[in-house]
């Protein structure tokens, strides 16, 4: 009985040592991207408010996020699916990109642009003025027209038709909920009824009756506002699936992308610190204490491309210190990816 003991104990011995020698090694750490971690971290500090940032290298597949699943407001950078939903419709054949456009004195709204600025005076607006569905896009694109942002939306069908479109590309996390005449007139906590026409003289005046402390008050909460968000990995993934699946057809991303390449907006932002020369096709976004910029950057000597979204949110600082944080944070990815894809 002793010995069937014994060996009943040498047997299960064995047992546990060939188990233990089986053991996977634990996985080798990464230390440039714990540092690169670090350092974006630090530089996050920067921004005076909350930081987001996904990237990826497209080659590789390898990843780096900070608050990458926290939503931000997308400001003018969610004019990117708005133009996707657009090209889809294009592709599909409802409209022609060479397509002209009507525009009614209602299509001039706030904010950034060329349209509102030339046409927004007594005797300008006549009947006739139009523009092609590729030059509204140019305008939303390059220099972030707001008025040629809201035509565009409703000719890519409203809000829900984009958000159809994201669900269809497997996109969560983003939702576009607004024209931005709306998204304005609720940031500065002015009521415009959607029932009816819009109207710029209905709009300044409710602005004009604000009070500083009154738009502060709108502002804070137009930040935690869940409308018109995105997290940075949502929006690096439409991104990367603009630039490598047939999502729309070669010609209509071969003009998003070329239009991107060209935007006219940000410098001081993804582009701000990086060597001349680096491609970066983008598109910003800004208003309040929300300052952004997210698009695709090419590496040099066939180092490959970053599909890089970087937010920020709830910041008192200056947009010039906002733009210095994604500034410095996209050239330490740059360079990481540079040297450690």
């Not at 590309?169 to 024209?179: A, F, H, K, N, Y």
């Amino acid at each position: 009985m002793k010995k069937i003991l014994l060996l009943l104990i040498i047997i299960s011995t064995g047992y546990l040592t060939a188990a233990q020698k089986r053991k996977p090694e634990p996985a080798p750490v990464d230390v440039p991207k714990q540092r690169l971690e670090r350092e974006i971290a630090r530089l996050s500090i920067i921004s005076g408010g909350t930081l987001g940032v996904s990237a990826m290298h497209i080659e590789t597949g390898k990843r780096i996020a900070q608050n990458g699943t926290t939503a931000f407001p997308m400001a003018s950078s969610y004019k990117v699916p708005i133009a996707i939903q657009l090209l889809t419709r294009i592709d599909s054949g409802k409209y022609s990109i060479d397509q002209f456009i009507e525009i009614e004195k209602s299509d001039l709204h706030p904010g950034s642009g060329m349209i509102a600025d030339r046409f927004n005076w007594p005797g300008a607006m006549k009947p006739g003025v139009a523009l092609s569905i590729r030059s509204l896009m140019e305008l939303m694109l390059l220099i972030s027209d707001n008025s040629a942002t809201d035509i565009c939306l409703r000719l890519a069908g409203g809000p829900g038709a984009v958000n159809a479109c994201m669900k269809r590309l497997g996109i969560t996390g983003l939702t576009v909920d607004r024209p931005t005449a709306y998204l304005i007139a609720d940031w500065l906590g002015v009521y415009m009824n959607p029932a009816e026409t819009w109207s710029a003289e209905k709009f300044d005046s409710l602005a004009g009756t604000k009070t500083a402390e009154q738009q502060k008050a709108s502002s804070l909460r137009f930040d935690s506002d869940p409308k018109d968000t995105s997290t940075p990995e949502a929006m690096s993934t439409l991104l990367l699936k603009l630039y490598t699946q047939p999502i729309i057809k070669p010609d209509s991303k071969n003009l998003l992308l070329d239009i991107m390449r060209r935007c006219e907006s940000g410098m001081a932002r993804l582009k701000g610190v990086l060597p001349p020369g680096t491609e970066v096709m983008h598109k910003t976004g800004t208003i309040g204490m929300t300052t952004n910029d997210v698009g695709i950057m090419t590496l040099p000597d066939d180092a490959g491309h970053v599909v890089i979204s970087v937010f920020v949110k709830s910041s008192g600082k200056p947009i010039p210190e906002r733009e210095r944080a994604i500034a410095e944070v996209t050239r330490a990815i740059h360079d990481y990816f540079v040297l450690n894809r």
